[in-house]
């Protein structure tokens, strides 16, 4: 029946709290008042610390129950409580020194600056939990809050997706993303700059100091979109010019969607808004080219060593643990040679050794590369044989055999593999099958080339 | 406001007239030393270094320049063939089809066009000129080319056109240092130099940025198109000649064996590194690392430099003749070199300033002379890299320093014998093959004359943002610290292109 207390009670903690504040830093202050050898003031500040200390222990009973039934997380409360019953300790503490006497003891206005702190911090980190880290700097100039080394994340764009970009709403998921990205900063419940808010839909239709800024259907007639299009340093153009300006792309859709009755509700494909202009917002699912491994980048010695050896050897981008090795000036490598890689078999994501002296048996050494996605076998000894090994290498995108035995029957072995792209056999037996059986159908691509152009009269007409 | 902005302003000038010189020298004091505090505080990791006995701090860079390095993201390309055409080809004879021009040919060229400009020989009002070549739409991507280039046009889906290119200069000389360098005004690296600065190169034996030239001309800017500019002169593009030997004295002398000249250059190098460890001066070690090129190039070169051995199907493929200069000769070499691990190569080809002042510069007659010269090569050059999968990870860039004038050039206000147009900043084709490169696609929109771009227009920054980008550097973040602040290739401009890319 009553279970509602307890909660009820947290609940007041956010009132709670100001009482020690209050009666705290009014009882130090009148220790600071105090001269040395008068007692003018020493039974208030005795009232006002055991007061302090029974409202501080109160507000943190209040503040604990809170805890306990509103779901915060302990990570988020535990030095602010810490602090809380540090600063209710000091209080009592204190309070029993001055009971001790009839005079203030010594070193006592140190003891009460501590307290002082303990207090501030604590009421801190309690504003930061109920109003957010960022309340006290977010209202900061932005340069202001980049020198004081706060970082600020950037407000996102419209982002949608290649499928079914057709179906984003138009106004929640493109203008007002544009709006946040560009116009936010200034205009917000909390910066309201010229009266205006444009972070909802309502603060849109609500307008600012000089009236509304939106006209539906008639974007000339519509501030939000008129000061946009003025000439960069016009006085009323916005954003202002040292601030990021919205792309064409952005101006067009807003004033696409003014047109268009400035709703809030509605598809892209319903306001007929052409992919061109969102283009830019598309997410690009782009997937890397080279496996992502956690594999840390090599050591500058072990990599020296590689090169010293013979190898190109490098990251395939700064920091990757993945190598492209070649052997273009290391034409006498041989399949015995292989021992000098294999310490790096797991890192090799590029090896070229086209023109080097392997032979078949090198594609024993070189199944089971996991992140091995582009292999060069050019103009060397490679017959095919066993090819089909090279199927089970799970990353392998391309394949080289120009100049070499392959032939069309081992090409159709490699058909196992899901994660090859394109092979390419220019000069192989292979190419002069696949020039002969016409239309192959692989789930790669097979690049036999011997391209040919035609003679043509205008090669030797000379004007 | 308004008078509290004035006041504003009166405080400052007051407290400016208030500095006097003591004050200054007061400040320098303090703020001197701070100022040199900076770059201990705030500056980037110093590379490795080797301490010479000369006490001299030098990185593993200095001592081994070309040696290669990681991109600093994955590129989806890994060496470029940029083929430039110097002189400046017609646009609107080759790719950008403008049917309507056709219809104001030989009519005065309407006033709004040349209100406010400068061109670099049009006076006057001059004549519009319409395209003197037919066109027709080709392949999957229904590219518009023009029957100038009948060999190209079937390779049209390999290759992504921007065909609202812009540039501000409208002269040869600054337009070629533009479009190679990034400015107009010498002094910047070029291109092939920032690129091999920051990826060294693969083959050891070879130099990084080779250039290779045509047409019977160097560029008009000079050797500086492929100039290392602040960068350490080793990354300067490399010229072999074009006939002949493309490099002098790689044959060992009669009587000297390769053991004895190797025994030459070791001693010779030896006594460099004495006296480099004595002065410590890096200019001597970039002599040491020279002559052990010059030595490897040795191996490397007399294969890579001869096209005689190539098959007789890739001479037809490429319209070769061993023996003379010719584009076609250098567009084999370049798949040649790329093929062996050559960073940069850059071919320029001279002949396209099509004025109209005599035959070979006329639009119907000398264009069709050069374009006859390059087609072939060129589409060849296309897919002889892709049947080697090359173009897997080559760019192939073309195009000239600017466009040319939908208008007929008046040089000195008088009627020209033939057919030409005049320099033009506003508008010219270019296209990009390659690693990276979304296929078959096209970019940017020129109005009904051709005369500017009127939608997606690309300045040369935006390009070299991108062909950076396709090599695996940020444009932005890929500097170089000269007399007192980063330098980048776009300055501080440049977009990327997203739509051409794959």
């Not at chain 2, 060999?151 to 290759?159: P, Q, T």
């Not at chain 2, 492929?226 to 080793?234: D, H, I, K, Y």
């Not at chain 2, 004595?278 to 200019?283: L, Q, S, V």
Request: with cysteine; net charge negative; glycine share 10%.
């Amino acid at each position: 029946m009553l279970d509602f207390i307890l909660p009820l009670f947290g609940r007041f903690h956010p009132l709670l709290v100001h009482l020690p504040i209050g009666i705290l830093v009014f009882g130090i202050i009148l220790v600071f008042l105090s001269k040395a050898g008068q007692n003018t003031h020493f039974a208030s500040i005795r009232l006002a610390f055991l007061l302090g200390g029974i409202a501080a222990a109160v507000s943190s009973v209040s503040g604990f129950l809170q805890y306990q039934y509103e779901g915060f997380e302990w990570e988020s409360i535990q030095f602010h409580l810490i602090l809380a019953l540090l600063t209710t300790a000091v209080s009592f503490w204190l309070w029993y020194q001055l009971n001790r006497g009839e005079t203030l003891p010594p070193f006592f206005k140190i003891k009460s600056a501590v307290l002082v702190l303990l207090l501030t911090m604590t009421g801190h980190l309690g504003g930061n939990i109920s109003r957010g880290e960022n309340y006290l700097t977010e209202i900061l100039p932005l340069d202001l809050q980049s020198f004081l080394g706060i970082e600020i994340e950037p407000e996102k764009g419209p982002q949608l997706l290649e499928e079914n970009w057709e179906n984003a709403a138009l106004y929640s998921e493109v203008i007002q993303p544009i709006l946040n990205q560009n116009c936010k900063s200034c205009h917000n419940p909390r910066n309201l700059k010229g009266e205006l808010d444009l972070t909802t839909m309502n603060g849109l239709l609500a307008g600012g100091e000089d009236g509304l800024v939106l006209t539906a259907g008639d974007a000339t007639h519509s501030e939000l979109y008129t000061r946009m299009i003025l000439e960069k340093d016009h006085d009323d153009h916005m954003p202002p010019a040292e601030k990021r300006q919205p792309s064409k792309e952005e101006i067009a859709l807003i004033e696409a969607w003014i047109q268009g009755g400035g709703k809030e509700k509605g598809t892209l494909a319903e306001a007929a808004i052409p992919r061109k202009l969102i283009e830019p917002f598309i997410a690009r699912n782009e997937v890397p080219f080279y496996p992502v491994t956690t594999i840390p980048e090599m050591a500058a010695d072990s990599l020296a060593a590689l090169k010293l050896s013979g190898f190109f050897a490098e990251g395939v981008e700064s920091g990757s643990g993945l190598l492209k090795v070649s052997c273009i000036n290391f034409p006498g490598f041989q399949d015995s040679d292989w021992t000098m890689l294999a310490g790096a078999k797991n890192r090799l994501a590029y090896l070229d050794l086209s023109g080097t002296k392997v032979s078949d048996s090198i594609l024993d050494s070189l199944g089971g590369m996991p992140n091995l996605t582009v292999l060069k076998l050019n103009n060397t000894a490679i017959t095919g044989k066993s090819l089909e090994k090279l199927a089970l290498l799970p990353h392998l995108k391309l394949l080289y055999l120009n100049n070499t035995g392959v032939n069309l029957s081992q090409i159709q072995d490699l058909t196992s593999s899901k994660s090859f792209e394109k092979v390419f056999v220019y000069e192989t037996p292979a190419a002069g099958e696949i020039s002969n059986a016409g239309k192959l159908s692989l789930p790669f691509l097979v690049e036999s080339g011997n391209y040919t152009l035609p003679k043509l009269a205008t090669d030797t007409i000379v004007y | 406001m308004k008078n509290l902005e004035k006041l504003f302003a009166e405080l400052a000038t007051s407290t400016l007239q208030n500095q006097t010189r003591r004050h200054f020298l007061m400040d320098c004091v303090s703020k001197v030393g701070g100022l040199a505090m900076a770059p201990l505080l705030f500056g980037c990791e110093p590379d490795k270094t080797v301490k010479t006995p000369a006490g001299l701090q030098l990185s593993e860079r200095d001592l081994n320049p070309l040696a290669p390095l990681s991109p600093p993201f994955v590129g989806k390309a890994k060496s470029i063939i940029y083929l430039h055409m110097a002189g400046a080809p017609s646009q609107l004879e080759l790719f950008d089809f403008k049917p309507e021009l056709a219809k104001l040919h030989n009519q005065d060229c309407p006033e709004s066009l040349l209100e406010g400009r400068k061109f670099a020989f049009i006076r006057g009002v001059p004549k519009m000129l319409g395209p003197q070549a037919n066109f027709s739409q080709h392949g999957q991507s229904g590219a518009w080319v023009s029957d100038y280039l009948p060999h190209f046009s079937k390779v049209v889906d390999e290759v992504a056109f921007l065909k609202a290119m812009h540039t501000d200069q409208f002269n040869h000389g600054p337009a070629q240092l533009f479009m190679q360098t990034g400015s107009p005004r010498l002094g910047r690296p070029s291109l092939g130099s920032w690129v091999t600065y920051g990826l060294g190169t693969e083959n050891q034996n070879l130099p990084g940025f080779v250039v290779l030239t045509s047409g019977g001309k160097t560029p008009d800017a000079g050797k500086s198109v492929w100039g290392s500019g602040f960068l350490p002169s080793v990354y300067q593009g490399v010229q072999c000649r074009s006939k002949g030997d493309p490099v002098l004295y790689l044959e060992d002398p009669s009587g000297m064996s390769r053991d004895l000249k190797k025994n030459v250059i070791s001693a010779i190098n030896q006594v460099n590194k004495e006296d480099f460890d004595g002065f410590g001066d890096p200019e001597i070690l970039a002599r040491i690392n020279q002559y052990e090129m010059a030595y490897r190039m040795q191996i490397e070169v007399p294969e890579v430099m001869n096209i005689n051995d190539e098959p007789e199907h890739i001479h037809e493929l490429y319209g070769t003749k061993p023996g003379e200069e010719s584009f076609a000769n250098n567009c084999l070499l370049a798949r040649k070199l790329v093929e062996k691990g050559v960073r940069v190569v850059q071919l320029y080809d001279w002949g396209w300033d099509t004025h109209g002042t005599d035959k070979d510069g006329s639009i119907d007659m000398g264009l069709r002379n050069k374009c006859r010269e390059i087609d072939r090569p060129m589409t060849a050059l296309l897919l002889d890299l892709k049947q080697r999968g090359l173009l897997e990870d080559t760019l192939v860039v073309w195009g000239g320093e600017f466009g040319r004038t939908p208008m007929q050039e008046n040089r000195e206000g008088k009627v020209q014998g033939f057919k030409g147009r005049d320099h033009h900043t506003d508008a010219f084709t270019m296209w990009v093959a390659g690693g990276g490169i979304r296929k078959g696609s096209s970019y940017g929109i020129t109005d009904d004359f051709g005369f500017s771009g009127i939608e997606e227009r690309t300045s040369v920054h935006d390009l070299h943002a991108t062909l950076l980008h396709l090599m695996g550097f940020d444009h932005e973040k890929f500097t170089y610290e000269f007399q007192g602040r980063p330098f980048r290739l776009t300055d501080v401009e440049g977009e990327l292109i997203h739509s051409i890319l794959a």
